[in-house]
C-alpha cells in the first residue's frame, strides 16, 4: 500500500516505480534497473497486444514483432549502466542519446540507449518506443 506523500505527480511518480510489472524479475535484486523497467515497461504495456517475454538474456516487448528489448548491461561488460532499452527502428535515429546503433537487417535498425536513472523515461524515450511498435504492428 503506497502513502499519499506530496503532490499528485509525485504521488503517481510513486506507484509507477513501486507496482511490479511483468517481465521484472529478470532483473532480480538490482534495484535502480527494476524501478527503470517498471517506468519503461508500464508505459509500453499500455500499447494494444503487446506480449512480453522473458530470455535468458533480455526481456522483450513484441507487437506483431519485437519492438523494445530491456536488458542489463552488466552482465555483459564491465559498466555502472544498470539498465539498456533497445528500440528496433525502420531508420536510424540523429540523438546523442543512442549509445550505438546496429542494422541487422535491410529494414530494421536496432538502437541502444542507456538509462540511468527513471527520469531517462521521458516523452522522447516513449516517443521512439511509440514508433517501434506501430512498425513492428
Given at each position: 500500500?503506497?502513502?499519499?506523500?506530496?503532490?499528485?505527480?509525485?504521488?503517481?511518480?510513486?506507484?509507477?516505480?513501486?507496482?511490479?510489472?511483468?517481465?521484472?524479475?529478470?532483473?532480480?535484486?538490482?534495484?535502480?534497473?527494476?524501478?527503470?523497467?517498471?517506468?519503461?515497461?508500464?508505459?509500453?504495456?499500455?500499447?494494444?497486444?503487446?506480449?512480453?517475454?522473458?530470455?535468458?538474456?533480455?526481456?522483450?516487448?513484441?507487437?506483431?514483432?519485437?519492438?523494445?528489448?530491456?536488458?542489463?548491461?552488466?552482465?555483459?561488460?564491465?559498466?555502472?549502466?544498470?539498465?539498456?532499452?533497445?528500440?528496433?527502428?525502420?531508420?536510424?535515429?540523429?540523438?546523442?542519446?543512442?549509445?550505438?546503433?546496429?542494422?541487422?537487417?535491410?529494414?530494421?535498425w536496432m538502437h541502444h540507449l542507456e538509462l540511468r536513472l527513471v527520469k531517462?523515461?521521458?516523452?522522447e524515450l516513449l516517443g521512439w518506443a511509440e514508433r517501434a511498435y506501430r512498425?513492428?504492428?
Amino acid at each position: 500500500m503506497l502513502l499519499p506523500i506530496g503532490g499528485p505527480r509525485q504521488q503517481a511518480y510513486r506507484w509507477c516505480v513501486a507496482e511490479p510489472v511483468e517481465g521484472e524479475q529478470f532483473f532480480g535484486t538490482d534495484t535502480k534497473a527494476v524501478s527503470i523497467y517498471r517506468a519503461v515497461g508500464r508505459r509500453l504495456l499500455r500499447f494494444d497486444d503487446v506480449d512480453v517475454r522473458v530470455s535468458k538474456s533480455q526481456v522483450a516487448f513484441r507487437a506483431r514483432r519485437g519492438f523494445a528489448f530491456a536488458w542489463h548491461p552488466g552482465d555483459y561488460v564491465a559498466t555502472d549502466v544498470p539498465f539498456v532499452l533497445s528500440l528496433a527502428l525502420p531508420e536510424p535515429l540523429d540523438s546523442h542519446r543512442v549509445k550505438e546503433i546496429a542494422h541487422p537487417s535491410p529494414k530494421t535498425w536496432m538502437h541502444h540507449l542507456e538509462l540511468r536513472l527513471v527520469k531517462d523515461v521521458d516523452r522522447e524515450l516513449l516517443g521512439w518506443a511509440e514508433r517501434a511498435y506501430r512498425n513492428a504492428r
